[in-house]
């Protein structure tokens, strides 16, 4: 898998279990969805992501995005 699908795959995952616990636990889990979304799209508009550079420096296959 290349940097921009595990980047999908780890965001949609963190966004579900946000979701999910904000849902059946607390409000407050509602934050971390919100989060993912905003770095999100800063990464869009600036081409930089935390985790794609962690997965860079791990020698995860590069893709076209990061």
């Not at 636990?25 to 935390?50: E, H, S, Y």
């Amino acid at each position: 898998m290349s940097i921009d699908r595990v980047v999908f795959v780890f965001a949609g995952i963190v966004v579900l279990i946000g979701t999910l616990l904000g849902w059946l636990v607390n409000p407050w889990w509602l934050l971390l969805p919100l989060f993912v979304g905003a770095n999100m799209l800063q990464a869009a508009f600036t081409g930089l992501c935390p985790l794609a550079m962690l997965l860079k420096r791990l020698g995860v296959k590069p893709g076209a995005a990061f």
